[in-house]
């Protein structure tokens, strides 16, 4: 294969990752006419760090959509092991470590409850962790009595809200490190290969010997777990937690994924574009934060955004079927 046939062949293979960074640098640009503080360092170091939260659970979920599936808990699996880490140390005087140790083991099993949901109970994704969300979410209530815990732990802050040199947050570096993580997990191991291998065809991986219900039930564990460091990461970053921390989460997550280029009907993906559709959210939400628009009309560019999301992955989805069908 020569050089141009290689070229073709990368541009059309991560053809949605190119789209999603150039709408971005496009978005930027806009942004810098607009507001005289956007390009500023400050700015941009401010807008990564605020995505850390949803793009490290959008690891989960675009493992998740490769494997043919879904977690609309993560938000309240979030919040749930948040809340249960700033109980133990705001009001029972729990040791940091072992606090955040508990808080983790509770996010991993809310994800073995929904691998076993999906898999032994056989409910459908969407509605076991539809289900799910909301009995985590009410556990974190009970649990706090919905009350704050105000005080996170100091060496948390400082992983979560410190910063080298007085400007660069740490919390970045922490992301950078789980994608590097995650990107040589899904892309260059066994265990993503069957991920991809289940969602592309489901049947075959079966018969091919993949272990699918075993796959399925340790994604979601995965997801559980990067839930609970997303959880520890923004309460040190807010250094507060509550019952209704990382409400609407689970939208965000879809579209980091979903415009990032990976299929909701699975098979592939990519967790750079993840990454690059989560850093576009936190663009659009910091360009509409400086230009002083309300919070409503957020919400609505927010729902918009989704169902653009979900239609680009339909159509994407329906030419790859229809040139399927052609050759």
């Known amino acids: 294969m020569n050089n141009k046939s290689q070229g073709l062949s990368f541009a059309y293979r ?11 640098i496009i978005l930027c640009i806009v942004m810098s006419f607009l507001s005289d503080s956007f390009l500023s360092v400050g700015n941009l170091l401010t807008v990564t ?11 989960g979920m675009t493992a998740l959509f490769m494997l043919g599936a879904i977690d609309l ?34 996010s991993v099993l809310c994800g073995l409850i929904n691998g076993l949901l999906v898999t032994k109970v056989m409910l459908p994704p969407f509605v076991a962790t539809l289900g799910t969300s909301y009995i985590y979410r009410g ?75 075993k796959m399925k039930i340790k994604t979601y564990m995965l997801t559980g777990l990067l839930c609970g460091v997303s959880g520890m990461m923004l309460a040190g970053r807010l250094n507060f937690t509550n019952s209704t921390m990382a409400t609407g989460a689970e939208l965000s997550c879809i579209v980091a994924g979903v415009v990032g280029g990976t299929s909701m009907n699975g098979g592939s993906g990519s967790v750079w574009g ?18 002083n628009v309300s919070q409503f009309w957020q919400s609505v560019a927010m729902g918009a955004l989704v169902i653009l999301a979900v239609a680009v992955d339909s159509f994407r989805q329906a030419s790859q079927n229809k040139v399927k069908k052609e050759a």
Not at 16 to 22: C, G, L, P, V
Not at 153 to 160: S, T
Not at 274 to 291: K, R
């Open 73 to 106: 808990s993560v938000g309240s699996t979030l919040a749930l092991s948040a809340c249960i880490m700033g109980h133990m140390t705001n009001q029972m005087g729990v040791a940091t470590v072992p606090a955040v140790l508990v808080a983790l083991c509770v």
């Open 49 to 59: 760090n605020q995505v850390v939260y949803i793009a490290l659970m959008a690891i």
């Open 139 to 213: 556990l974190a209530a009970i649990i706090t009595n919905a009350k704050n815990a105000l005080v996170m732990p100091d060496w948390l802050r400082w992983v979560a809200a410190g910063k080298i040199g007085n400007q660069f947050p740490r919390g970045i570096i922490v992301l950078v490190l789980f994608y590097i993580v995650a990107w040589f997990v899904l892309e260059k191991t066994p265990f993503g290969l069957k991920i991809k291998s289940i969602g592309g065809n489901e049947k075959a991986a079966r018969l091919s010997g993949i272990a699918i219900d």
């Open 14 to 24: 991560y053809s949605s990752q190119i789209s999603t960074a150039i709408a971005l």
């Open 274 to 291: 993840t990454l690059i559709g989560s850093l576009l959210m936190g663009v659009i939400n910091n360009g509409l934060n400086l230009l």
